[in-house]
């Protein structure tokens, strides 16, 4: 195989601005930039979509085509249409900022390889501006860099930028900040949300314009919004965010994406509206295509699996279930995305939660049992859609990446250990109020408050009595009296007996945030921390002293150079820190982590937060990508809440606990 670069010239004559990779393979020149041939070759079994692949002489007239940018994607028909020719979404999600940069370009060559032609993401307001008006694109969170190689790989994208995305992703991908206010109401038209808003599409839109199709990009369409039917707070709200898109030059296809009950809701004139499912039932297809006779369908969500939450089953739904019907979806013509293509990992603290009546929250990974599992392996799922999609392509697909090398690392032992109590001096400076603070008010990370993790709130008692949460607690507290354990408060408990004791004691609350809903109506209700009165003997506490907690890597640099640790195994305190060494050979490759004999906390590997562990599962395991580690020696830092053991272990797959089958579950028991 042969490449070569070559600069090709418009049909006006001018000289054509990109610069597009060709490749030669059998004496076949085949365009590898913005798709496979520009337009969709559709199934045997769709007459309407079918085409044969254009000669080599008609092919340089299509590259010369992508380069004028004559027609993008168009919803004119009851088919799409791009460049003016007829084209079926075969779509897949991925999203860059749940996997390593690394491997993105692994990702998305399997995606390729698996007979997809479109990538669909979302783009995360809450890591892009974590801080009101400081924005970051680059990276981890370098969208241009990740769109801009879904193009060099040939396939086209569909961008959903919110500003709210669901995702399992803390409150929906929205900055905590925004909860400041008092009175904040959120995905409204709220005066303060619309001003947050507005700012951070000023700032997005310079990233994404220059990436749409008409700037000679990749990005055929952008999603309103997410699934507002079923929120459907403030009729003015969507109107809004579409002028957010349009009065910034976004001129591509708009669309909206709902499920079956936000489909109802009033559309936009000029948004395609889109459905979001996983069983073809209640002739939701038929519906939709009744609300817009003679337009395009298409299944913007055809979830391919399902999240987990902590103290649940993992939910696994069959290959053979899943592929009937993403075969009828194609049969009938239909669009489709899958969602997810490939989860990834929610790292850190960023994973949602739900609550329709009970608090869930969401456990670390979001391997979500799609066709390319969590390290990117290539699942059962994945290799029955390959053939499936190949039946809409008049060539053969390219060849499938080979699988990443990963490593059962032998156990490490815990060399260190540093008490919670020793590591707060390496805490921002500690707040003091009478009233308590929630976590988001806190003057912290330059008044933009705690967004994750944990807070310490320090009070004194004179006496023994009942301690009354009132439901005040958000998530979860570790109580102590004199730095001894003496229970937990939490969603369920909210009241807990103290012992009585001699004189004046401190009373520690460790609270932690353990992700804010992401879906449903309670989104304004998603203040962490302590959030109102804790009663003591029917007297609310006064004079708190709190710690922001939020383990961010200047904290956790700072723990690791501390000269406080201690080496006596025998005498490890709870809540603390565990220190392990595990050294590497050149190249490092991906494990997971297991934690057998721990409690609950969450795993750091030179400085980087993996994410929660919680001996309840399903869960057991974290991702470690060896892109993350170096070779030669690597710092390990367990934070632990409940129970330690002396080592942490390794394995070549991760084990996901439990499972249960999505598919013969009614679909109100997943929420």
């Known amino acids: 195989m042969q490449f070569t670069t070559e600069k090709r010239t418009s049909t006006n004559g001018s000289k054509a601005t990109k610069t597009f990779e060709t490749c030669f393979y059998e004496g076949k020149l085949h365009g590898i930039h913005g798709g496979t041939s520009c337009v969709f070759l559709a199934s045997q079994h769709h007459p309407l979509f079918k085409r044969t692949l254009p000669s080599s002489a008609s092919r340089h007239h ?114 905590s900040w925004l909860l400041q206010d008092k009175n904040m109401q959120l995905r409204t038209t709220y005066p303060g949300f619309v001003d947050a808003v507005n700012l951070y599409f000023d700032k997005l839109i310079t990233v994404i314009k220059p990436l749409m199709f008409e700037e000679g990009g990749p990005i055929i369409a952008v999603q309103v919004e ?55 039932s209640f002739g939701a297809i038929q519906c939709l295509a009744d609300m817009q006779p003679q337009k395009p369908l298409m299944v913007m969500e055809y979830w391919s699996g399902w999240f987990d939450v902590w103290g649940d089953h993992h939910h696994v739904f069959h290959a053979e279930d899943m592929l009937a019907v993403v075969s009828e ?68 697909l390219p060849e499938v990446p080979s699988p990443q090398e990963r490593r059962a690392y032998d156990p490490v032992v815990i060399q260190r250990h540093l008490s919670l109590w020793d590591s707060l001096h390496l805490t921002d400076k500690p707040y003091r109020s009478e009233m308590p603070v929630n976590m988001e008010n806190l003057p912290v990370n330059n008044n933009n408050g705690q967004s994750y993790g944990y807070t310490l709130y320090e009070t004194t008692i004179t006496s023994g009595g009942t301690l009354n949460s009132r ?28 012992p009585d004791g001699k004189g004046e004691r401190t009373l520690s609350l460790l609270v932690e945030n353990c992700g ?79 934690l057998p004999g721990w409690g609950k906390g969450a795993v750091f590997v030179n400085g980087q937060n993996l994410g929660r562990h919680w001996f309840i599962g399903p869960q057991q395991f974290l991702y470690l990508p060896g892109a993350w580690m170096r070779s030669g020696e690597n710092q390990i830092i367990v934070f632990e809440e409940q129970k330690a053991a002396d080592k942490v272990l390794f394995a070549e797959n991760p084990d996901h606990g439990r499972t249960i089958d999505v598919y013969k579950l009614p679909f109100c028991t997943l929420l």
């Open 62 to 175: 299509l590259e010369v085509k992508r380069m004028s940018r004559v027609e993008g994607l168009r919803a004119n028909l009851p088919q799409f249409t791009l460049e003016g020719e007829p084209f079926l979404v075969l779509g897949g999600s991925i999203h860059y900022f749940r996997v390593p940069r690394a491997y993105w370009e692994d990702r998305l060559l399997k995606m390729k390889a698996c007979g997809l032609n479109t990538l669909t993401t979302y783009v995360p307001w809450n890591l892009h501006e974590a801080e009101r008006g400081i924005f970051n694109f680059q990276d981890q969170l370098d969208l241009k860099a990740y769109v801009s190689l879904a193009a060099e790989l040939g396939l086209w994208v569909i961008l959903r930028p919110g500003p709210y995305i669901c995702a399992e992703w803390d409150l929906g991908g929205l900055p």
């Open 226 to 280: 997410n699934e507002y039917g079923s929120y459907a707070k403030d009729e003015k709200y969507m109107p809004f965010i579409k002028n957010c898109l349009q009065s910034r030059g976004i001129k591509e296809l708009l669309l909206t994406s709902d499920n079956w009950e936000g489909l109802r809701y009033a559309g936009m004139e000029g948004v395609l509206k889109t459905i979001n499912l996983q069983r073809l």
């Open 329 to 396: 979806i194609l049969e009938r013509g239909v669009s489709i995305n899958l969602y997810m293509f490939h989860g990834g990992t929610s790292f850190g603290f960023m994973n949602g939660a739900m609550d329709f009546g009970t608090y869930k929250p969401q456990v670390t990974s979001y391997d979500y049992d799609a066709p390319l599992s969590e390290a990117g392996d290539c699942t059962q799922k994945y290799q029955l859609l390959r053939n499936v999609f190949s039946q809409y392509h008049s060539e053969p």
């Open 471 to 498: 439901n005040n607690i958000r998530d979860r507290a570790l109580v102590f009296v004199d730095k001894q354990c003496v229970g937990s408060l939490d969603n369920k408990t909210h009241e807990l007996t103290l």
């Open 516 to 594: 804010r809903v992401n879906y449903g109506k309670a989104l304004d209700d998603q203040r962490k921390g302590i959030v109102g009165d804790i009663m003591w003997n029917h007297t609310p506490l006064r004079g708190f002293t709190i710690f922001c907690l939020d383990m961010k890597p200047g904290f956790m640099k700072r723990l690791m150079s501390s000269g406080q640790w201690k080496s006596d195994p025998k005498t490890p305190s709870i809540p603390g820190f565990f220190q392990a060494r595990l050294y590497v050979d050149s190249p490092p490759r991906d494990t997971f982590i297991r």
